[in-house]
Each structure stands twice: as C-alpha cells, then as structure tokens.
C-alpha cells in the first residue's frame, strides 16, 4: 500500500495555464506539506497544514494555492504558470511525535 | 536564522570504501536531525534520526551517523559502500516539529 501518493506524477503543460496537483495520504498523519524541488535539488518548504489548518506558508507567489478538503489529503493549485515553476513537487506527510516526514513520489512539472 | 548546510556538493567513492558525509545545522537549540537518501525518480526515504540520547544512531542500509553538539554537526557515515548506494542524500532539522529544513544534498557515485 503506498502511503503518500501523488497525482499526477508527470505534468507538461503550457505558460499561463492553470494545473493541480493532488496527494492522499493513508497513514493517519495529522501534518502535511508540499516541498518544491528545483533542478539543482534543493527542497524547498512551501506549505504545511495541520488537521485542515494552514499553518507553514513560505514565502511563494499568491499563484499557489493548497487546498486540504480533509487531513487525508493536500491538493495544490497553480495559476497562471511560468516556466520558473517548473521542477519536482513533493507532498509528506509528518507523525505527530517524531516529526520524521514520510514523501510521496514526487511530481515533476514542466512548463514549456 | 535556521539553516542546515552540507558543504560537499558531490562525493565519489569506490565500491568497498568508507563514506562520510557531512552536515552543519544552525539553530538556536538543539534540533531533531535526520538523513535522507533519495534515489533518481524517487521520493525522499529516512536513513536515520537523532531526537536525543545516544549520540550515535544506527540506519537502515548499515548507515550510521553521530551527532556532535560541539561542533554543530550530525555527519553520516558507512563502513563499506555498496554500488546501490549511488543516490542524493539530504541532512534535515526541525526544532519545533512542523518546519523541516533541508541541507543542499550531497550526490554520491560510487565507483566500480
């Protein structure tokens, strides 16, 4: 059984299209985030909710907006996207009491 | 601010050799640390975490590393690396448990 899985894992798409990008997690984890991964691999913290509620939002362009319909799962939304938001996003999920991030797969975004 | 450095961008090492790769984290505490090994097209996994304790904490994979409050660092070590270790491996911290942060990565090749 996978525990965080993401949707779609490969995503090309045009500039100024608007894309989603979905996670699901079935671990019972209460924390989720989204990491964006650029091309030399640095992960960057872009969102984390906790049970529904915002609770990290870094420094990102108002184009990005998460979604948490429930603390199973954390969608992201793109607006208008530039070809600077292509690279890899990952969502996690984190347990309560050890904080150890558990990842999805990653899914790789290309904006041509 | 916290920040986590790796300051070896890539290591290569033959097959059979010793390994040791290196993290700083700069945080006004001491923080939860953590390994990471991603392999190419893969989600992140945890090699290991230090919470408190023992200092020297054993991984999967035969890893191993040590936290050193004096210097700052969680370094990661393997006796003897094996060809599927080829991989980036990221240092990470949290302090307060919902903001990971994540070091540059180091990617290691190993040579036959």
């Known amino acids: 059984d996978t525990a965080v899985s993401q949707t779609p894992k490969y995503l090309v798409t045009q500039m100024g299209n608007d894309k989603s990008i979905k996670c699901e997690q079935n671990?019972?984890?209460?924390?989720m985030y989204w990491y964006k991964q650029d091309s030399k691999k640095f992960l960057k913290i872009m969102f984390s909710?906790?049970?529904?509620?915002?609770?990290i939002n870094e420094t990102v362009p108002n184009r990005f907006s998460p979604k948490s319909p429930d603390k199973a799962h954390l969608n992201l939304h793109i607006n208008s996207l530039e070809l600077g938001d292509s690279a890899v996003y990952f969502c996690?999920?984190?347990?309560?009491?050890?904080?150890?991030?558990?990842f999805g797969e990653g899914s790789r975004l290309t904006v041509l | 601010a916290q920040s986590v450095t790796q300051p070896d961008i890539h290591i290569t090492v033959s097959e059979g050799a010793s390994l040791e790769l290196r993290c700083n984290y700069s945080?006004?505490?001491?923080?939860?640390l953590f390994w990471y090994v991603q392999s190419p097209g893969q989600g992140l996994q945890l090699l290991l975490k230090?919470?408190?304790?023992?200092?020297l904490v054993q991984g999967i994979k035969g890893f191993e590393a040590e936290f050193k409050r004096s210097q700052s660092s969680f370094n990661l070590r393997k006796p003897s690396v094996h060809w599927s270790d080829a991989a980036e491996y990221f240092c990470?911290?949290?302090?307060?448990?919902?903001?990971?942060?994540f070091g540059a990565g180091t990617r290691l090749t190993v040579k036959p």
């Open positions: 996690a999920s984190r347990t309560t009491n050890t904080g150890e991030l558990f």
């Open positions: 671990l019972g984890h209460d924390t």
């Open positions: 909710y906790n049970n529904k509620e915002l609770i």
């Open positions: 945080y006004g505490a001491t923080p939860y």
């Open positions: 230090y919470f408190s304790g023992d200092t």
């Open positions: 990470a911290c949290t302090y307060n448990n919902n903001d990971m942060r």
